[in-house]
C-alpha cells in the first residue's frame, strides 16, 4: 500500500503570517437530514463530538465535526483513522437514510497562522472577522474558489478542493506577504 501524499508536499510560506499545508488529513462527508435519530450517535462514535449548531465546528483533540450544510457533516480526524471511522458511521447509521464518502484525497489543508492571520483570509473572503466567532465554520470563497474555514489558536485552518491547492496556497502566501499588512 503506497504513502498518501499531500497535494503540496507540505509547503510553507513565511510573510506576515505563516502559511503551511498541513495534509494529509482524514475527512469524511456525512450527509444525512438533521432530525435523523441516530446521527448524534453516528457523529460521537465516528469523531468523539456532538453534532454541530448550524455553522458551526466542534473540535475535540485532532477530530472534529463541522457543519456544512442543512444535511451535511464534515468528519475530521486523523488519515489513518478513516476506514474506522466509516464503520463507525456505518454502524451507528443502521439502515437509517445516509451517505458517509472518504474525501480526504479530494481536499488540500492549509494552516495560516499568526498575529495577524486573519487579515490574509480578510482580503480573500467577504466575511466580518470582528464577527466571526470562536468555533464558527465558514464555508465561502477565497478569491475565486470554494473554501470553508474556522479559527483554532492564533490562526485558522483552510479547507479547499484538491485541484485548486496550488492556486489557494498561492494566493494565501502573496496576501501575506510584507508589507501588505491591513494595519
Known amino acids: 500500500m503506497s504513502e498518501p501524499v499531500s497535494a503540496l508536499n507540505g509547503a510553507v510560506s513565511e510573510g506576515f503570517a505563516t502559511i503551511r499545508e498541513i495534509g494529509p488529513l482524514g475527512m469524511v462527508t456525512l450527509r444525512c437530514k438533521a432530525d435523523v435519530k441516530a446521527l448524534p450517535k453516528a457523529i460521537k462514535a465516528a469523531v468523539g463530538t456532538g453534532v454541530p449548531a448550524v455553522r458551526r465546528i466542534v473540535v475535540e483533540g485532532d477530530r472534529a465535526c ?16 478513516v476506514p474506522a471511522v466509516l464503520d463507525a458511521v456505518a454502524q451507528a447509521m443502521g439502515k437509517e437514510h445516509h451517505l458517509a464518502v472518504d474525501v480526504s484525497d479530494a481536499r488540500a489543508v492549509f494552516r495560516v497562522e499568526g498575529a495577524k492571520a486573519e487579515q490574509v483570509l480578510a ?59 491591513l494595519s
Open 66 to 81: 463541522g457543519w456544512m450544510s442543512p444535511d451535511e457533516y464534515l468528519l475530521v480526524m486523523p488519515y489513518a483513522a
Open 123 to 181: 482580503k480573500l473572503s467577504p466575511v466580518d472577522f470582528a464577527r466571526l466567532e470562536p468555533g464558527e465554520l465558514r464555508r465561502t470563497r477565497a478569491a475565486q474558489v470554494a473554501a470553508a474555514f474556522w479559527r483554532e489558536g492564533d490562526g485558522f485552518t483552510v479547507v479547499c478542493f484538491r485541484s485548486v491547492a496550488r492556486y489557494v496556497f498561492d494566493l494565501l502566501a502573496t496576501s501575506a506577504k510584507p508589507g501588505s499588512e
